[in-house]
């Protein structure tokens, strides 16, 4: 991700009191499954992401 794409999406998790890294996980793990044959467990795995107890970014 870019320098702008990224200063964009920090300002959209702090307008809407959304976790950074979170999303950014969340981003990377669709990136992982984007180009395979089979996307099996890709469900599974954003769902653990979104359950797990990340710390809010410092601000």
Do not use: H, W
Not at 28 to 36: D, K
Request: glycine content about 2%; some cysteine.
């Amino acid at each position: 991700m870019n320098s702008t794409d990224q200063q964009l999406l920090e300002t959209l998790c702090k307008q809407y009191d959304v976790s950074f890294d979170k999303v950014s996980r969340l981003l990377e793990t669709i990136r992982e499954y984007q180009f395979r044959d089979r996307r099996t467990g890709v469900y599974e795995a954003l769902k653990e992401i979104i359950k797990s107890d990340l710390k809010p970014q410092q601000k």
